[in-house]
């Protein structure tokens, strides 16, 4: 059992510690050598750029931008682009690592990547975030591309952003529409891809309910996070009889012991931009939404909020991590301990990963899949990973986190291996 002072410590970790951190325990069940270990770590590739802007008010202000790309042994690297205060190299590195152990676990052709500007974008008009994001792809461009780096929509980014970013690719390189994902359907988008990750945290909550003996319809949901995929995975557990009871947005929290009605919900915020003041609801401290007793609890929003402290005190039977790295190295240890089951978030919130891949299939074969089959397409990738995780926790006798680790680096170095260390 973990000590205070251990837990303590591992929650001191920086997000690319903690990955590394559970990087090193799969290591150890997989018998990596020292060398292997050292490459599969370290990231092959980090782009820093400034960008001078001149804002609507004339001055000029200089943004950072960055770009990790963690490993390509398995194929192109993948990942989304936040704009976002805490965007800086620590943050891209985890993130990064992050996307290559999700690809891999799901297996699908990708490596990792991931970055974005450190910058405040609800302060900055559309036009600024327009010049922002152009002037971010040509400072980079040399280094993504449909066979190199593909991003993709992430915090405070969407369809627009990555249409912006198409378009100032095509421009240099020529009309490359499988330069990016998470693209509106007008311009070689998937359908199905602006759900994905919430259906896929949804696939994977049913999944995790049946192992763990949780019956669905009528179990009480507590959500942290109501953007984009905490919205879509509350509408389609609501669609499939769940009761989700509290949700919380950037703005507050609220509860409802009888659950919300969703399709409302979402009108409001819709309308709104937030979900307080939500008509039947009552208002909850952001800091005890996490100590409300439910079923399943679904961490949909910035990673970190579930450290030690936070995990002692949550009355849960299930966690699913919808948002990247939502527990800490500690709060992890915590949960373990007393037993709850965390669906970690590499395969939890794989789900906009998988339809990313689908949609830069479409692009590159010029071939457009009709919805229902990126949906089963979906669900199949999402439950065969799901299984594969399950199967090997009880063969190995280790939590769901930890396999999942051991599933994807295993995949990931025999990969490195095969290409260039034999």
Not at 86 to 112: N, Q, Y
Not at 244 to 253: L, P, R
Request: proline share 5%; hydrophobic share 40%.
């Amino acid at each position: 059992m973990a000590t205070a002072n251990e837990i303590a410590r591992l929650d001191k970790f920086s997000a690319y510690e903690a990955v590394n951190f559970m990087f090193d325990r799969a290591a150890d069940l997989l018998n990596l050598p020292e060398a292997e270990r050292v490459i599969l770590k370290r990231p092959f590739r980090e782009v820093k750029v400034e960008l001078p802007l001149k804002m609507d008010n004339g001055e000029w202000r200089v943004f950072n931008g960055y770009r990790v790309q963690h490993d390509n042994s398995r194929g192109p690297c993948k990942g989304g682009l936040r704009y976002h205060p805490s965007v800086d190299e620590d943050e891209s590195r985890a993130l990064a690592s992050l996307m290559t152990w999700k690809t891999a676990l799901v297996d699908i052709p990708f490596g990792g990547a991931k970055g974005g500007i450190t910058c405040e974008p609800q302060a900055m008009s559309s036009d600024e975030k327009q010049k922002l994001t152009r002037a971010f792809i040509r400072a980079i461009g040399d280094f993504i591309g449909p066979q190199q780096d593909i991003p993709a929509p992430d915090v405070n980014t969407s369809q627009q952003t990555m249409a912006w970013v198409m378009d100032e690719y095509s421009a240099r390189y020529g009309y490359s529409p499988a330069v990016v994902t998470g693209k509106p359907v007008h311009l070689g988008g998937s359908f199905g891809r602006e759900d994905a990750t919430g259906r896929g945290v949804t696939t994977i909550t049913k999944a995790a309910s049946r192992a763990f003996g949780i019956t669905l319809r009528g179990a009480r949901v507590v959500l942290q996070g109501f953007g984009n995929v905490g919205s879509h995975t509350a509408r389609l557990l609501h669609e499939s009889g769940a009761k989700i009871i509290a949700v919380a947005d950037a703005h507050g929290a609220i509860f409802n012991a009888d659950g919300f009605d969703i399709p409302a919900l979402l009108a409001h915020a819709a309308i709104n931009g937030k979900v307080n003041e939500f008509p039947g609801s009552q208002p909850v401290a952001p800091d005890k939404l996490f100590e409300i007793e439910c079923e399943i609890l679904i961490p949909a929003a910035l990673g970190g909020v579930i450290n030690g402290e936070v995990a002692s005190r949550v009355k849960t039977k299930l966690v699913i991590e919808a948002a990247n790295a939502p527990v800490t190295a500690g709060g992890a240890a915590v949960l373990e301990e007393r037993g709850i089951p965390t669906v970690p978030d590499i395969l939890a919130n794989a789900g906009g990963v998988v339809v990313s891949y689908f949609e830069w299939t479409q692009n590159l074969t010029e071939f457009r899949w009709k919805e229902d089959r990126v949906h089963a397409e979906l669900e199949e990738t999402m439950l065969r990973a799901f299984g594969e995780t399950l199967q090997a926790a009880d063969k190995r006798k280790v939590d769901l986190r930890t396999a999942a680790y051991v599933l994807a680096i295993g995949h990931v170095a025999a990969a490195t291996r095969l290409r260039w260390m034999q």
